[in-house]
Nanobody, 127 residues
């Protein structure tokens, strides 16, 4: 079965940390760009971060730069998003996506455009 499965979300206090995982199966994960995208109910999808297939190139949206770290382990077919110093405005559903293409972050992400899309994991930052 072809799928991306996110895990690691939850409720955390401001200033806390979470590590999201994105486990891939049935797809050529090591050949794909991997993305983390988030969405607050009623708002558009927002880019969070991406990493190229080999792990040598990354991107972070300005609001998370310096706090979040994306990485991948192609032997485990898994990508990660380490999130530190979390803020209430980080509260969202976080989705993992993968594709052969590098998408332009100048446009909002479109879930239908990705070849592979996960089911999401909820991150809630609240005291």
């Amino acid at each position: 079965e072809v799928q991306l499965v996110e895990s690691g979300g939850g409720l955390v206090q401001p200033g806390g940390s979470l590590r999201l995982s994105c486990a891939a199966s049935g797809l050529p994960f090591s050949s794909l760009w991997t993305y983390w995208v988030r969405q607050v109910p009623g708002k558009r999808l927002e880019w969070v971060s991406y990493i190229n297939s080999g792990g040598s190139s990354t991107y972070y949206v300005g609001s998370v730069r310096g706090r979040f770290t994306i990485s991948r382990d192609n032997y485990k077919n898994t990508a990660y998003l380490e999130m530190n110093n979390l803020k209430p405005e980080d509260t969202a559903m976080y989705y993992c996506a993968a594709d052969w293409r590098r998408f332009a972050v100048s446009r909002p992400p479109d879930a239908a455009a990705f070849n592979y899309w996960g089911q999401g994991t909820q991150v809630t930052v609240s005291s």
